[in-house]
């Protein structure tokens, strides 16, 4: 009754974005981890899984920009709806071709990119107008809260679901397939009651319409540092456990249940620490998910073993939305001072945001890429999830610096 009392407390646009991400929370599994797994079943290439991952990548940061001309005309929710409906449809798309073709990847993987580009476009700036810096770590502690309790629910049934139907209904042709169709038409569903809950909010366009700047405040340049630092591990860390389960683990039942493990503890840690985080706790917080990442990734590639793949999953999950609850709210504070200094448009930043992340998932993806078709998959697995994890941990270093120049 109290946390209702909490949330009910929340201005009313902050409280249509949680209930309509609390929703969508149900979608994001299934587009991150079980898309890949899809890939992985079909062809057992790590390096087609890496190209889809790249065809998504590389819309996004042209989706952004296209949605910053269509914001001068168009509400930023209706782009939000449109970004989460079309999540759906590229989903049905890919799971609906007879072949794995490089083409049918690559067209799959853009308009996945598309989706993508729309829903965090819009939800970057919805989050940033409708909080403030005071509760913006309860609304990512909340959020963080339903993705990862969703991971639970989601992973764990959606596994067992796709080893159930393939098993049971083994004289049906591409039985795979279908329990993939099946997915993916429930995922148009969640989309739509998303859709129709962030449709009762009343948000309005950025007011100026110019948005693309080529100087920025020096302070920006650090937080574009920061955002290829965390494209880095992006990049890679969205199809790493799912390349990791099927070589060491098995199928899409496993990935389900090792995906689910600590889940639900963590999924109520992140809440209690978005509830009671202040703006001061955010570097402990950054520091303590980037220290995860580290160990999670070299212990795996040390012993590189089933053993590993379970710690690895282990500190990931804890990782993943800690790093989260401190690095958006960070963000979105340098975006209200350097906004406010240069007396520009907020949706500036978030576009101009999203291409710093493209480097570093570029950079990410591509060295998995080099390294596996130069010298094995294996290979590539074991250097490059260190390598980038140890990178990132660079941005403590930059976040503390960026903070303490605000704050003087």
């Given at each position: 009754?109290?946390?209702?009392?909490?949330?009910?407390?929340q201005?009313?646009?902050?409280?249509?974005?949680?209930?309509?991400?609390?929703?969508y929370?149900?979608?994001?599994p299934?587009?991150e981890?079980f898309q890949a797994?899809?890939i992985m079943?079909k062809?057992s290439?790590m390096i087609?899984v890496l190209?889809?991952?790249?065809?998504?990548?590389t819309?996004?940061p042209?989706?952004?920009?296209?949605?910053?001309?269509?914001?001068?005309?168009?509400r930023?929710?209706?782009?939000?709806i449109?970004?989460?409906?079309?999540?759906g449809?590229?989903?049905?798309i890919m799971t609906?071709l007879?072949?794995l073709?490089?083409w049918?990847?690559?067209i799959?993987?853009?308009?996945?990119?598309?989706?993508?580009?729309?829903f965090w476009s819009?939800?970057?700036?919805l989050?940033?107008v409708?909080?403030n810096?005071q509760n913006?770590n309860?609304?990512?502690?909340?959020?963080?809260f339903?993705?990862?309790?969703?991971?639970v629910?989601?992973?764990?049934?959606?596994?067992?679901?796709?080893v159930?139907?393939?098993e049971?209904f083994?004289?049906?042709?591409?039985?795979?397939?279908?329990?993939?169709?099946?997915i993916?038409?429930?995922?148009l569903?969640?989309?739509?009651?998303?859709s129709?809950i962030?449709?009762?909010?009343?948000f309005?366009?950025?007011?100026?319409p110019?948005?693309?700047?080529?100087?920025f405040?020096?302070?920006?340049y650090?937080m574009?540092?920061?955002?290829?630092?965390?494209?880095?591990v992006?990049?890679?860390i969205?199809?790493a456990?799912s390349?990791?389960?099927f070589?060491?683990?098995?199928?899409e039942?496993a990935?389900?249940?090792v995906?689910?493990?600590?889940?639900?503890?963590?999924?109520?840690?992140?809440?209690?620490?978005?509830?009671?985080a202040?703006p001061?706790?955010?570097?402990l917080?950054?520091a303590?998910?980037?220290?995860?990442f580290?160990?999670?990734?070299?212990f795996?590639?040390?012993?590189?073993?089933?053993i590993?793949?379970?710690?690895?999953?282990?500190?990931l999950?804890?990782?993943?939305?800690?790093f989260?609850?401190a690095?958006?709210?960070?963000q979105?504070?340098?975006?209200?001072?350097v906004a406010?200094?240069?007396k520009?448009?907020?949706?500036?930043?978030?576009c101009?945001?999203e291409?710093?992340l493209?480097v570093g998932?570029?950079?990410?993806?591509?060295?998995f890429i080099i390294?596996?078709w130069?010298?094995s998959?294996?290979?590539?697995?074991v250097?490059?999830?260190?390598f980038?994890?140890?990178?990132?941990?660079l941005?403590?270093f930059?976040?503390?610096k960026?903070?303490k120049?605000?704050?003087?």
């Amino acid at each position: 009754m109290k946390e209702l009392k909490v949330f009910l407390s929340q201005p009313r646009n902050t409280r249509i974005l949680l209930s309509t991400v609390a929703v969508y929370a149900l979608i994001l599994p299934v587009i991150e981890v079980f898309q890949a797994a899809y890939i992985m079943g079909k062809s057992s290439e790590m390096i087609r899984v890496l190209f889809y991952q790249l065809s998504v990548y590389t819309s996004i940061p042209f989706v952004f920009l296209i949605n910053g001309f269509l914001l001068r005309k168009v509400r930023p929710d209706l782009l939000f709806i449109l970004g989460m409906i079309l999540s759906g449809v590229s989903m049905l798309i890919m799971t609906s071709l007879p072949e794995l073709t490089n083409w049918g990847l690559g067209i799959a993987g853009m308009l996945m990119g598309v989706s993508f580009g729309f829903f965090w476009s819009n939800r970057d700036y919805l989050v940033l107008v409708s909080t403030n810096d005071q509760n913006r770590n309860y609304y990512y502690g909340t959020e963080s809260f339903f993705n990862t309790f969703s991971n639970v629910v989601v992973n764990t049934t959606i596994g067992l679901f796709i080893v159930y139907f393939t098993e049971s209904f083994k004289g049906l042709e591409n039985s795979r397939g279908v329990a993939y169709n099946i997915i993916a038409y429930s995922v148009l569903v969640l989309s739509v009651i998303a859709s129709i809950i962030l449709s009762k909010g009343k948000f309005g366009r950025p007011k100026s319409p110019k948005f693309i700047y080529f100087k920025f405040h020096k302070l920006w340049y650090s937080m574009l540092k920061m955002a290829v630092l965390k494209g880095l591990v992006q990049g890679f860390i969205v199809t790493a456990p799912s390349l990791l389960i099927f070589k060491f683990i098995g199928n899409e039942g496993a990935l389900g249940t090792v995906q689910s493990v600590s889940a639900l503890i963590t999924a109520f840690l992140m809440y209690f620490i978005g509830r009671k985080a202040k703006p001061e706790h955010r570097l402990l917080i950054l520091a303590f998910a980037l220290i995860l990442f580290v160990v999670g990734a070299i212990f795996n590639s040390v012993l590189y073993n089933s053993i590993s793949v379970y710690v690895f999953l282990l500190c990931l999950v804890i990782a993943r939305p800690l790093f989260d609850i401190a690095y958006f709210p960070i963000q979105l504070k340098v975006i209200d001072y350097v906004a406010s200094a240069e007396k520009r448009n907020e949706y500036t930043y978030i576009c101009n945001h999203e291409f710093g992340l493209y480097v570093g998932r570029l950079i990410g993806c591509g060295t998995f890429i080099i390294i596996a078709w130069s010298i094995s998959e294996d290979t590539a697995l074991v250097f490059t999830l260190p390598f980038v994890t140890i990178l990132q941990a660079l941005s403590y270093f930059i976040s503390k610096k960026m903070i303490k120049n605000i704050n003087s």
